[in-house]
């Protein structure tokens, strides 16, 4: 099945094997909603993978094949460019900038992910975006109504504080595995059809991109439901 969709400010045409959305993403969908109707409330579910591995793409495509999901990105809860250009972290002995380290765990405000976890288990919320134009977040941007909230992130399985107990608030919980050959392929291919040059996209890659890889890879926790990402396609 394909599907047109706009995926981090870009047209993307999402393609995924039948057998993989009938017996795979058609059954996750059916338990999601005979759990909302049980618990009486909103569901939860998270879904993480390293940088690259479509996870933003997967969610976007699973909101289309049911009216009861909407999806949203850990994305939006970024610090706000202004403070990670003032704040600093010490990192390896060594004092960073947090700009110069964004999309590493240590950017996102996880008190304010807390918060807004929190209230989507009561009434209709906001959430906020990512603008990948402005390089920064805006706030109360999304109307979340929807009785299932697909949540996807890097770090939503990170196995250190506080990110292990944040995941207590997700009803189920979802892994993209992917080969690290692959996702360097797509990251530098994403960096300069952003505007880098294949010199600066790979530099990015090697000082970034691929230490988040490595991290979300080998300390996440098991999910509930573990995806290969070679059997989507």
Not at 4 to 22: C, P, R
Not at 140 to 161: A, D, F, R, S
Not at 196 to 211: G, R, V, W
Request: hydrophobic letters at 40%; aromatic letters at 8%.
């Amino acid at each position: 099945m394909e599907k047109e969709l706009q995926v981090n400010g870009f047209k993307l045409h999402a393609v995924y094997n039948d057998e993989f959305i009938n017996q795979q993403l058609m059954l996750l969908i059916a338990s999601w909603q005979q759990q909302a109707v049980k618990k009486q409330r909103r569901i939860i579910v998270f879904l993480a993978a390293p940088p690259g591995a479509g996870k933003s793409t997967l969610a976007l495509f699973i909101q289309s094949l049911c009216d009861d999901i909407q999806a949203l990105s850990l994305d939006g809860f970024h610090y706000p460019q202004q403070y990670l250009k003032s704040h600093s972290l010490v990192l390896h002995g060594e004092e960073v900038l947090m700009s110069k380290i964004k999309g590493s765990a240590e950017t996102f405000d996880t008190h304010a992910f807390k918060k807004h976890l929190e209230q989507l288990t009561g009434d209709d919320c906001w959430w906020p975006i990512y603008d990948r134009n402005l390089h920064d977040v805006i706030d109360h941007q999304i109307h979340v109504t929807k009785p299932i909230v697909l949540i996807e992130g890097n770090w939503l399985l990170l196995n250190e504080l506080p990110w292990n107990e944040l995941v207590k608030a997700a009803d189920t919980t979802m892994f993209i595995h992917a080969e690290l050959k692959l996702l360097k392929e797509r990251l530098i291919e994403r960096k300069i059809k952003g505007g880098s040059s294949p010199e600066d996209a790979l530099l990015f890659y090697e000082t970034s991109d691929k230490l988040n890889c490595e991290r979300v890879m080998q300390h996440s926790l098991q999910a509930d439901i573990e995806i290969n990402e070679s059997m989507m396609f």
